[in-house]
């Protein structure tokens, strides 16, 4: 237990620096959120009392605890644009936000780990190999919203093909998940493959490079001289030694598609925390930006613990208290 | 010198090919990418327009010469500020190490907490968007994965017997770490530069996309694709001209980095 | 004696003018398209349409805190005033059931309608009507009354509960026009966030950033609305906004540019096209570095193809203008001024040496980016430019920062929007240049201008007065103060199978008309 201990006191720290960069980031934004909330007709008395009253005039440590304080009890402080409260706003688009990027990182799973643990099952023969590299590098390079260009242009603008309407969703209209919720993911499949075309691509090759290592491991060649099955072998021992880099990898796929899902959410209009951050950055509402940040940045973090915590009970040696390097 | 692989072979040629037409982009294009005739708007790619022409009648292939040059300029300038500074700061605390390490590598970790798209939008409502704005931005977010990576790289160096004969002859640190062992982390560092120039040029361009990046009329791949959405339907050949653009530089770099790192003989872990 | 007036009351020209970014589509008089449309059939009761919008609505959804028109055309289906406005340039008793005007037309005696209620099921009382009107007239401090033209009000009161009075300081030929300003409740505190009218559609929610959703209110006291249900679905990117019309996610779009226009399915949409009446101009910051120069505006209206600017945006769409008025308001527009500058770099190179920049110089032209004409106009003014040596870079920014950098703040070099009168006002077109004027953010100071609208103010004859507004015009035009350049056309999706939609003198989006046909 002594890892997982000093993985929560990791995580507990990295929290704190990284909502207390962003804080401090958004405090040193010229520009004063008091003059901001009332317009610029405000006269000087009305600035000076809203900025008591918003606590502005205290010093930055102590207002940094206090909206932390408020982040963890769902008191975000309110928006500037919107006569909302940033909580509010923040939960209307969550749940969009939050489908899609678990969808996008299930496909990256269920389709990246098959197909590396095929392209080492069989017998890697140069000419494959060397296509599977341009393959692989193809798709590596597909920026995700170009892709999803690409899938709205073929699946969202009524395109005929051989006189088949192609059309499978109405970019712009998203189902609502209560009302129709096999639209609601059929809408989100697109953007998810965008995201995570990339990402597979990307598994795909750390796995069989890993498997690869670990197939020439000493105990491997042993197992398969004495005569035992290469494939067994594979399963049984490589793949479970080999999952330790993967799942960190992996963990940090999560950083990649949430970023992903940020710019995705533009091109299919999906009503998601990255466009709410856009709007928001643009109409200079900080503390919803501030919040978004947080929100994504603590998110990618537990991802990262969590992905830490499994390679451990993966890995015996970290099991025993070790450390992974 | 080690051998070649097809890899980098492939990838060098690539790279070289895309690398003259945007150095030749800069001097020359068949047409003007700024200028605009009402007579040639939105035609499909012909002879005469390779890849079709815009909304304002602008030359779509001249325009992705140019914009593929800003985006190359950008990430190029933006590798060079994440390298350097990332590998001053990794250079020092891999070799000195102590107390200073320890707080940075932590600072370190919790910078790589941000997706690095996030980071880059927080710095850029810092700054405020445009060409050296964006190029600062992303420049401090590769920091980080720079730093890490030549952090290991002099750490495990450190104790090497080349490094200690250099100390006895005399040699100062400032020395050692930029004469001795800098040309040793290479091998890790190519890669590194390889693979942080692909994310500059995703990252520049997805900001452009978004409209936060680089401005018109300054001609750039990610505006370009975020106007070539809104005609998908009667003007597809602009979206798929400018986003293979897009992907085929990020191909060939890509190629060249997978290709430097089987040189290496190891493959990476990102 | 005393006039009464009921529905045939034409007003021209009133106070005030309203800014906006895409500009106040207000497709008048004039338009060209009559009411009907094509697929005239028998209008059915009930349905629910999307409507997209290229803007979020401000942050209040308070009627009388509204700034832009894009907020404004969306509360019209949800407020009314004492009078509203119909789409054939008419006042028309609303609130109230009609009014009387005494002879020295500083008594204005409403009678109020019977059987009118606010969304709340409440019935509207005088006090509701003194209360919303004493609030736009409140001036605290320093601060303007929320209606401008109500400081004239002496005395509002109400005699007996179905009537209110209202006594000006001054005779106000233009005041009715005010009365269109929102009747609410006296005593609802949410009207930032779940605003209460008495219009024909009742506010139901509001997401941000998201969408707008009203519904038919039962209880209107006159023509219901025929729809259920209308959701107004914020769609900021005009590539987004497109694919949503063309993939059926949204029924009814205005403001579309030609290239929008142009992607769409013929089969699938009625285009209807009117004009904007706005004044699309590159508007140049006449206090700041070069521009302060005379000569270098001039060089940059020489600089410009307005014609090849309305081509290349518009597909020949739009009306070419030269100064600030637009041709729908055909008394005051003069045309000779549209071509006074024509397209000669050879002049503006000159005129930029004698200014002292024979290289040129670098020009900052702030957009608000979520306007796709305005940003499509900004390029191609940036080329014209390039040619004169003038390098153009084009600054997108959020709607809700240029309002308080450009238009609040005054800090831009040049900037390209749509100036509108969205109360069909000629007269707030040019007041708004006079020095000292409160909305006069390009900085624009001419002596002789100021003493033209003094003149013109006095003038009682309308001709004369008429005049008086074209020599301003011509000023403008003569001391470049902005680069002129045209009155878009306002250009209106309707999905085939919808009809009713009518265009209004004033930068509204009225739904109620709006229908399903069988």
């Known amino acids: ?325 | ?270 | 004696m005393s006039k009464r007036i009921f529905a045939l009351l034409l007003l021209t020209i009133l106070l005030g003018t309203v800014l906006c970014g895409c500009g106040g589509g207000s497709a008048a008089t004039g338009s060209e398209e009559q009411q009907t449309s094509g697929s005239a059939g028998a209008a059915v009761q009930g349905g629910e349409i999307t409507v997209g919008i290229a803007q979020d609505l401000d942050k209040s959804l308070d009627p009388h805190l509204a700034v832009t028109a894009g907020t404004k055309e969306v509360l019209f289906n949800i407020f009314e005033g004492l009078v509203k406005p119909t789409p054939d340039d008419e006042l028309v008793p609303a609130v109230a059931q009609s009014y009387q005007v005494s002879d020295d037309r500083k008594v204005y005696t409403f009678t109020l309608r019977d059987g009118v209620t606010f969304h709340s099921g409440e019935a509207v009382t005088a006090d509701d009507v003194i209360y919303s009107i004493k609030r736009c007239a409140a001036a605290e401090g320093d601060k303007k009354p929320l209606v401008e033209a109500f400081s004239n009000i002496q005395a509002v009161e109400s005699p007996d509960p179905r009537t209110v009075v209202i006594t000006l300081s001054q005779p106000d030929n233009e005041f009715l026009s005010y009365m269109t300003t929102a009747i609410i409740p006296r005593s609802y505190a949410n009207q930032d966030t779940a605003p209460v009218g008495t219009g024909p559609f009742k506010f139901v929610s509001r997401t941000a950033q998201d969408s707008v959703v009203l519904e038919k209110y039962d209880g209107y006291w006159g023509t219901p609305a025929y729809l259920d249900r209308v959701t107004f679905k914020i769609i900021e990117n005009a590539d987004a906004l497109v694919l949503a019309l063309q993939s059926g996610a949204v029924d009814l779009c205005t403001h579309l540019t030609s290239t929008q226009i142009s992607q769409l399915d013929e089969a699938a949409f009625t285009v209807r096209e009117g004009t904007m009446n706005l004044v699309q101009a590159m508007y140049l910051n006449n206090a700041a570095a070069p521009l302060n120069n005379e000569k270098v505006r001039q060089a940059l209206c020489w600089a410009v193809d307005k014609h090849a600017v309305i081509d290349l945006v518009s597909d020949g769409h739009g009306k070419a203008i030269g100064s600030s008025m637009y041709p729908t308001l055909s008394k005051y527009f003069d045309d000779t001024l549209t071509d006074y500058y024509t397209q000669d770099p050879a002049k503006a190179k000159a005129l930029l040496a004698e200014a002292g920049y024979p290289d040129g110089f670098d020009l900052t032209i702030t957009v608000p980016s979520n306007y796709q004409p305005h940003m499509d106009t900004a390029q191609v003014l940036a080329e014209q430019l390039k040619a004169v040596g003038v390098n153009a870079k084009i600054k997108p920014v959020d709607w809700n920062t240029w309002v308080s950098d450009v238009y609040v703040g005054r800090n831009f070099q040049a900037t390209v929007v749509g100036v509108d009168a969205s109360y069909m006002n000629a007269r707030a077109l040019l007041e708004r240049f006079t020095a000292g004027y409160g909305k006069n953010f390009i900085n624009y100071s001419n002596a002789d201008y100021d003493a033209l609208f003094q003149k013109a103010l006095a003038e009682g004859d309308d001709a004369k007065r008429a005049e008086l507004y074209r020599q301003m015009e011509k000023n403008l035009t003569e001391h470049a103060a902005n680069v002129y350049v045209q009155d878009l056309a306002d250009l209106v999706a309707v999905r085939k199978g919808l009809d009713g939609y009518r265009f209004y003198p004033i930068y509204v989006m009225d739904l109620a008309s709006v229908h399903y046909v069988k």
């Open chain 2, 1 to 270: 010198m080690k051998r070649m692989n097809g890899c980098l072979r492939a990838g060098l040629i690539l790279t070289g090919i895309l690398f003259a037409l945007i150095i030749l982009g800069f001097f020359w294009t068949p047409f003007d990418p700024t200028a605009m005739s009402g007579a040639e708007k939105l035609l499909p790619p012909s002879l005469r327009h390779l890849m079709g022409t815009d909304s304002f009648g602008r030359d779509i292939f001249s325009r992705v010469l140019r914009g593929a040059g800003t985006t190359f300029l950008i990430a190029l300038c933006t590798v060079a500020v994440g390298a350097v500074f990332g590998t001053l700061a990794g250079a020092l605390t891999g070799y000195f190490g102590g107390r200073v390490d320890a707080v940075l590598m932590r600072l370190n970790d919790a910078l790589t907490a941000f997706p690095s798209m996030l980071l880059a939008l927080v710095l850029i409502s810092l700054f405020g968007s445009g060409r050296q704005n964006v190029i600062l931005a992303l420049g401090i977010v590769f920091i980080p994965s720079f730093a890490r990576v030549t952090r290991a790289a002099y750490a495990s160096l450190r104790d090497a017997n080349f490094v200690a004969e250099a100390r006895l002859m005399g040699a100062g640190s400032a020395r050692i770490l930029f004469v001795h062992l800098l040309p040793n982390t290479l091998s890790v560092l190519l890669p590194a530069l390889t693979i942080g120039f692909n994310n500059a040029v995703l990252a520049e361009a997805s900001m452009s996309y978004l409209g936060i990046g680089v401005v018109p009329p300054d001609a750039s791949l990610g505006y370009m694709l975020s106007e070539a959405q809104s005609m998908l339907a009667s003007a597809p050949w602009y979206a798929v001209g400018t986003g293979c653009a897009i992907v085929l530089l990020i191909f060939s770099v890509g190629l060249t980095g997978e290709g430097l790192q089987r040189r290496r003989g190891e493959a990476r872990y990102a």
């Open chain 1, 1 to 325: 237990m002594r890892y997982a201990a000093r993985k929560l006191l990791t995580l507990l720290f990295t929290m704190v620096i990284v909502s207390l960069l962003t804080f401090a980031a958004f405090s040193l934004i010229p520009g004063d959120p008091a003059t901001a909330r009332l317009g610029m007709d405000a006269a000087p008395e009305e600035v000076a009392a809203l900025r008591e009253a918003m606590g502005l005039n205290r010093p930055l440590g102590v207002r940094y605890l206090s909206w932390l304080a408020g982040f963890f009890t769902g008191d975000l402080g309110s928006s500037y644009s919107y006569s909302s409260s940033v909580s509010a706003l923040v939960g209307q688009k969550l749940p969009a936000t939050l489908a899609l990027s678990l969808l996008s990182f299930s496909l990256v799973v269920l389709i990246s780990i098959p197909l590396g643990v095929r392209s080492v099952g069989r017998a890697a023969r140069r000419r494959t190999d060397a296509a599977r590299t341009a393959v692989n590098q193809l798709l590596m390079a597909l920026p995700p919203f170009f892709t999803g260009i690409l899938l709205t242009w073929l699946f969202g603008t009524g395109l005929r093909v051989f006189g088949v309407r192609l059309q499978l969703f109405v970019p712009g209209r998203l189902p609502a998940f209560s009302v129709h919720p096999g639209g609601f993911l059929l809408y989100l499949l697109f953007p998810a493959v965008a995201v995570a075309v990339p990402r597979i691509a990307m598994t795909v090759r750390m796995l069989h490079s890993t498997l690869l290592r670990e197939m020439n491991q000493d105990y491997v060649r042993t197992s398969i001289s004495r005569g035992s099955d290469r494939a067994g072998v594979l399963y049984r021992h490589v793949l479970k030694n080999a999952m330790v880099p993967v799942v960190a990898f992996l963990a940090q796929t999560m950083a990649e598609v949430v970023a992903g899902s940020i710019v995705v959410e533009q091109v299919f209009s999906v009503p998601g925390l990255g466009r709410l951050l856009l709007g928001s950055i643009g109409s200079r509402d900080w503390p919803v930006v501030q919040a978004i940040v947080v929100i994504l940045a603590f998110w990618v973090v537990l991802a990262g613990t969590v992905g830490d915590l499994i390679a451990q009970r993966l890995d015996p040696r970290l099991r025993l208290g070790g450390d992974r390097r």
